[in-house]
């Protein structure tokens, strides 16, 4: 893990991602959620993916935050990250923490949803 810390300490997203990732499994929230802002804020698609599911699930935050959930689940549905697709499509169809769209946008993402779905099973 010491090799991760300097990795992750001298910008590696993967090792940021890794490194929360080791965190979350010992249910040490808020250490993983430092360490998931940080290699989302690097530019990870997955890192934003799952700090957007820590906000949104109010682990390792004060309490859920919808709207920023929404907002790190954007960010990595438009670097093509499917699951984050799918949160966002799901975020703004049950509408919580006043985060909604409109019922044309609904299919839209839907559509996306499937759409990374198919090319990530493909890969």
Known sequence: MALMEKAA????????FRLAFIHSQRKEHETAVKWYTMGAEAGLPPAMFNLGVKI??????????YPAAAGWYRRAAD???????????NVYSV?????????????????????????????
């Open 79 to 89: 670097a093509g990250h499917g699951g984050a697709a799918h949160n966002l499509s």
């Open 95 to 123: 509408g919580r923490g006043r985060v909604s769209l409109g019922t044309s946008t609904r299919p839209t993402l839907n559509r996306r949803t499937e759409s990374l779905r198919h090319y990530e099973r493909s890969r």
């Open 9 to 16: 300490g001298q910008g590696h997203a993967w090792a940021m």
């Open 56 to 65: 949104d699930q109010g682990e390792g935050v004060a309490a859920p935050d």
